[in-house]
Structures are given as structure tokens and as C-alpha cells.
């Protein structure tokens, strides 16, 4: 399939707007040079999301390229990479052809840089799941993360199946995503801002010790600020 690097799709952010942009590729037949959700100067097509053609595009994904490969596109979906919209298009169009060995041919650019993409995204869900603490309120467990890329939905299901019968709610600060977890059921909505509700006595009691112990336990002529900031970047730290 040709490029037109003079043309842009404007689409509304949604992996079902993407999936629609791929399909708009093949009744074009050509790849734009950028796919974007906000405005721009350049000649663009404004792609609004077809539930049905966005299904044959899913169908497609997962019948010609096989399940890893549609797990490497949801999944590259949700970095916040600029060329991630990009990244997808062209593994899809190369997949379509190469079949179900497309996931595997590493040697090929555009497999590279989307299995990069996919790469960083489980490197920063793994990282971010690693490292969140909650706060209890009332009933309710609460995490504030800040992660590099949108994986609150990647995450949210290991703690639901690690606390099955408790009320969970993350709130990613970054993307404004926020997922409850009540009733055996996870939702997720758009939030702008949020405050958590003032911790209750029990859990700022353990607070307060947790930072009484780790003062008296650290060593103060070995500290090392360096590898403190290696093994827990300081966007991954909670404030007590």
C-alpha cells in the first residue's frame, strides 16, 4: 500500500477510530503520513468511528494475524507514543499480507518498532503494578498512579483477582482514567480531577509507623540517593 504523506486522518482517540482509520486506509489506498485526534493546518480527513467496520477490522486482525497479534495491537494502542497510531496502521496492512507469522518477523521495520511499543507498555504496567500502595477510606481500597503509558487496564484485573472481595478504585492522574472494581464488576470513566476522601485513623496510624521504621532501620552513611532513584523513580513514590 502507498503512503500520502501530505494527508491526515483525524479520528476521535478510540481504538474503534482507529480500527476505522484502517479500514478507511484500504478504501483510499494509501497510508496517511500522521493520524491525530486534535486539529491541524494540513489537508486532513476527519475519520468518525464505524462500529461495523471497525468489527471487520478486529475480525480480520485476529483470523489473518492470530491472537498475539492482536494482543501486540491492543496493547501498542495504549502507549502515548506519537507514531503509535501510525505504528498500528502499518503492522495491520503488513499483517494482512504476511498472515500469521507477521508477529514474528522481527526483522521487518514496521514489526520492530510496533513490538518496541509493546515492549514499553508491559515494561511500564509491570513497573507501575509493582509499585502502587493504597490507601483505605471507609470500605473503599484507593490508588493514585501516574504511569508513562495508559495501562490502567491492563493492571486493574491483577489486583481484582488478588483482592476479590474487596471495593477497589485506581485513578490514573496522567490519562484521567479511573476503574472501579465492586460486585465483581470493573467499570471505567473519565474523570478530570480526584481527591481521595481523608484516610481513616487505622490506616494513618500504619502510615506514621511504616515512616518511623524506615527511619530508624536506615543506615545514614550508606545512604544512596542514586540507587534509591533506580529501583523506585521518584513518579512512582507516594508522599506519607
Request: charged letters at 30%; hydrophobic letters at 40%.
Amino acid at each position: 500500500m502507498n503512503n500520502n504523506y501530505n494527508m491526515t486522518y483525524i479520528y476521535d482517540g478510540t481504538l474503534e477510530g482507529l480500527f476505522t482509520c484502517v479500514f478507511r486506509c484500504y478504501e483510499d489506498k494509501y497510508i496517511p503520513g500522521a493520524v491525530i485526534t486534535g486539529m491541524t493546518l494540513t489537508p486532513c480527513a476527519h475519520v468518525f468511528t464505524d462500529k461495523v467496520k471497525a468489527a471487520r477490522v478486529r475480525r480480520g486482525i485476529y483470523n489473518k494475524m492470530g491472537a498475539a497479534a492482536s494482543d501486540i495491537v491492543y496493547r501498542a494502542f495504549l502507549s502515548d507514543f506519537e507514531d503509535k497510531e501510525l505504528a498500528v496502521i502499518r503492522f495491520i496492512v503488513y499483517g494482512m499480507k504476511a498472515g500469521m507469522s507477521a508477529a514474528r518477523d522481527l526483522t521487518h521495520p514496521v514489526v520492530e518498532r510496533i513490538r518496541e511499543i509493546y515492549r514499553a507498555v508491559n515494561r511500564e504496567a509491570n513497573l507501575t503494578a509493582e509499585r502502587m500502595t493504597f490507601s483505605v477510606t471507609g470500605k473503599l481500597m484507593v490508588s493514585i498512579i501516574e504511569p508513562s503509558h495508559n495501562v490502567l487496564p491492563l493492571i486493574v484485573r491483577r489486583f481484582t483477582q488478588r483482592f476479590p472481595g474487596e471495593e477497589i478504585f485506581i485513578y490514573d492522574k496522567v490519562h484521567k482514567l479511573g476503574a472501579t472494581w465492586s460486585h465483581s464488576r470493573i467499570t471505567f470513566r473519565r474523570i478530570e480531577n480526584f481527591e481521595p476522601d481523608p484516610m481513616d485513623e487505622e490506616e494513618e496510624t500504619y502510615r506514621r509507623l511504616w515512616k518511623i521504621f524506615y527511619d530508624t532501620v536506615e543506615i545514614k552513611e550508606r545512604h544512596n540517593s542514586d540507587l534509591m532513584n533506580k529501583n523506585m523513580p521518584l513518579r512512582h513514590r507516594r508522599k506519607f
